[in-house]
């Protein structure tokens, strides 16, 4: 007797004409076609036909025999085709629970033996799967690879007779934990049920309990592609770090990557820019001057292009009453008159479109200028950074204070604190200030969410622009769903194999 039995009497049992050869034509109700196989009528086929592919579809085509018997035992499989030398000769065909073995259908012989299988039961059904997957490519042909089906036949081996099978089965919700043994109950115990923070790493079988692993949560340098459902991990990947001369366009999110690029990147599906491309700084310079205490946009590198640059940028300024202004030739200037020392200042807070930029001071250089004058600024990006600038010399009344890289609000001050101590100049130690420049050296395409409504289903893609979804075929199911910013992801239902079974319809 096989595992799970006992014996009770001999072996007496005779099997009738039509269990000696079990035939499971491709017409049985046992037997399940799926796709578009050719009939062909033939009078030395069982049945009187035989299914063939024609060589086409290969990888879509399959036929399923679920076969039973009716008494426990040992059986041998066969499978009967059309040979021809035509045929694949190397055709998938796998019974439950066994490796594949692939078939030669270009010979001479019509019959091929697949394996033997053991039956505990005559409750117990074995599926045979035989498919056209990569039978034109796991083997060479010159004269093709057609596949041919005939039907499967089962042979009697080894019968057991005279046994009968344990009184216990386990119920449902539960696994057997210990198996059957000279006519001892089976051991059953209940399934786990994985908590909410839990999510099924092995699903039971009938002989193994459910697999519980904790849920994983993403670092702080990480975002969430999936989140975790009952039979999957949360998918984390790493945030990605914009390489040298690259800029951040788009922040990460707990969900989102980081999107690095140029100056001229475009923005990704789903965003919009209102800055043009401006990779080599064209919109002009902003001019703050601190005089009539406005902002205007000066010509760089040629011609003006556009006034984009003064849309993103907002300041407040801010002059201490210690300041006197003058003239020199056409061009008004404020000057402490080196009086009131630590009274004078100017603050500038200010936000830029986000990029690098030179910051350029215009004075009116003096023989009798102080040459410490304190200046800091705060870019938004980095802690400040303070200069002392020497007022007595300058290029064209400007000078320049170095290549900034500003990302939200900002801060230039300037003051006439301690000017007339330490590195003192004999003729006297004025402090003056015309305006302050940020001439621009890469500026960064700024992406913002659109504000698009595309229809159900549709999604804003590029620009913003309303783009139809893509629709997964019948063999496809969305592994990323529709969302208002980006389109769904199709992928592959995955097939089981023989050794599998199925635990969730996709």
């Known amino acids: 007797c096989l595992e799970g039995f006992h014996h009770v009497e001999s072996c007496t049992t005779v099997l009738t004409e039509e269990q000696r050869k079990l035939v499971y034509d491709t ?59 035509s045929n694949a000769p190397k055709v998938p065909v796998t019974i439950q629970g066994q490796s594949t073995v692939f078939v030669a259908m270009n010979g001479d012989n019509d019959t091929a033996l697949l394996g033997s299988v053991d ?12 498919e056209t997957t990569d039978t034109h490519t796991n083997a060479a042909n010159f004269f093709g690879h057609i596949v041919t089906v005939d039907a499967l036949l089962v042979i009697p081996h080894v019968l057991v007779v005279g046994c009968t099978e344990c009184s216990q089965f386990c119920g449902q919700g539960q696994y057997q934990s210990s198996v059957c043994q000279d006519s001892q109950p089976r051991q059953c115990d209940n399934i786990t049920a994985c908590l909410s923070d839990e999510y099924i790493a092995a699903f039971a ?38 390489s040298p001369g690259e800029f951040a ?14 100056a001229c990147a475009t923005c990704p599906d789903g965003f919009q820019t209102s800055a043009p491309c401006d990779k080599y700084a064209n919109t002009g310079a902003p001019y703050m001057n601190v005089v009539a205490q406005d902002v205007s946009l000066l010509a760089v590198n040629g011609s003006v292009e556009s006034s984009q640059s003064l849309d993103f940028l907002t300041f407040n300024m801010s002059v201490s009453s210690a300041w006197v202004q003058a003239q020199s030739g056409d061009t008004t200037y404020l000057t402490d008159q080196d009086q009131n020392k630590g009274s004078a200042d100017v603050k500038i807070d200010f936000t830029l479109r986000p990029g690098t930029y030179t910051v350029m001071v215009q004075y009116i250089p003096s023989f009798d200028s102080a040459k410490n004058v304190p200046i800091s600024i705060t870019t938004g990006a980095s802690n400040d950074t303070t200069f002392l600038l020497d007022q007595t010399v300058s290029v064209d009344g400007f000078a320049s204070l170095g290549t900034f890289s500003f990302v939200g609000p900002s801060q230039f001050h300037l003051s006439n604190t301690g000017t007339n101590t330490g590195t003192t100049n004999f003729f006297g130690n004025k402090v003056s200030l015309v305006a302050v420049k940020f001439v621009p050296v890469h500026l960064v395409i700024v992406c913002t969410p659109c504000d698009t409504t595309c229809s159900s289903d549709q999604y804003a893609g590029s620009g913003c622009a309303c ?40």
């Open 205 to 242: 079988t009938t002989t193994s309990d459910t697999v519980c692993k904790r849920v994983s949560a993403c670092s702080n340098t990480q975002y969430k592609v999936y989140p975790h459902t009952p039979y999957s991990d949360t998918m984390c990947a790493n945030r990605t770090v914009c």
């Open 467 to 506: 783009e139809d979804a893509t629709e997964c075929t019948p063999l496809q199911y969305a592994s990323k769903p529709l969302k208002p910013d980006s389109d769904r992801t199709c992928s592959s239902i995955s097939i089981c194999d023989s050794s599998e079974f199925e635990v969730q319809s996709a």
């Open 249 to 262: 366009l788009v922040a990460p999110t707990a969900t989102t990557d980081r999107r690095c690029g140029d």
């Open 119 to 130: 039956f505990q039961s005559t409750q117990d059904t074995v599926s045979v799967l035989l």
């Open 27 to 85: 017409s049985s109700p046992n037997v399940t076609v799926i796709g578009p196989w050719a009939t062909v009528n033939d009078e030395h086929a069982i049945g009187g036909t035989y299914l063939t592919d024609n060589d086409q579809a290969k990888g879509f085509l399959f036929v399923e025999f679920n076969v039973s018997v009716p008494v426990p035992g040992s059986y041998k499989f066969y499978l009967k085709f059309k040979p021809s030398i």
